[in-house]
């Protein structure tokens, strides 16, 4: 497709299960970004990655966040031993040259 | 770390009114100044953005203008329509180079047929 993609698009998790989900960016953008967005806030930065080099993890909020992008175009954030407050919409961007981010859906993740 | 404030946090227009947004920022360093649009349980999708080398910019029913000296930047919707109704976020790059978005807590437009 043209469009960022993420899957899945919702995941339920009972407390302390680990859970991954995918982002496939828009081919041959360099630049990709998680966010995570609360219910009623803004999106929040996670991580940047530039290729396959994550350059930027200053927004990940503990080390039970993992991000990875290994061949630089599909990326995965993994969340460990999940909490309930780690229950929101994780958005995935990515972007040509640094500028214009596009979008992806999100996927809405509820920790129960 | 780079702050971006965002008001109001909910605005209620009548149809063909106009809507403001206003956004102030931190970082004198902030170059790009994106608005997205983002309904109810959809992607944000960027309306209009700005540089820091103009001070205004429209397209067609939108505008934005940037103070760089008062650090505030203005989303202008004329002739609302009721399928401008959505949640609004200003964003801006801070001082990195990455591209990262600092976001505004957003405001939520309803505009009444």
């Known amino acids: 497709g043209a469009g960022v993609s993420q899957s899945p698009r919702y995941k339920v998790a009972k407390r302390g299960q680990d859970v991954a989900l995918r982002c496939d960016p828009i081919s041959g953008h360099v630049s990709l970004f998680w966010y995570q967005q609360a219910l009623g806030q803004g999106p929040e930065f996670l991580t940047y990655f530039q290729n396959e080099a994550q350059l930027d993890k200053s927004g990940l909020p503990s080390d039970r966040f993992f991000a990875e992008r290994p061949e630089g175009s599909v990326s995965t954030l993994k969340i460990q031993r999940t909490q309930q407050e780690d229950s929101a919409v994780y958005l995935c961007?990515?972007?040509?040259?640094?500028?214009?981010?596009?979008f992806g859906q999100g996927t809405r993740l509820t920790v129960v | 770390g780079e702050n971006v404030e965002q008001h109001p946090s909910t605005l209620s227009v009548q149809e063909g009114d106009s809507a403001v947004i206003k956004c102030t920022y931190s970082?004198?360093?902030?170059?790009?100044f994106p608005w997205y649009k983002q309904e109810l349980g959809k992607r944000p999708q960027l309306i209009i953005d700005?540089?820091?080398?103009?001070g205004e910019k429209k397209d067609q029913r939108i505008a934005v203008t940037l103070n760089k000296t008062a650090k505030h930047f203005s989303l202008h919707i004329t002739e609302t329509q009721p399928e401008d109704s959505a949640v609004y976020f200003c964003a801006d790059h801070g001082s990195s180079n990455t591209g990262k978005l600092i976001f505004g807590q957003g405001t939520t437009l309803q505009v009444k047929p």
């Open positions: 700005i540089r820091s080398n103009v």
């Open positions: 970082d004198s360093a902030s170059n790009y």
């Open positions: 961007a990515s972007s040509l040259v640094g500028y214009e981010a596009f």
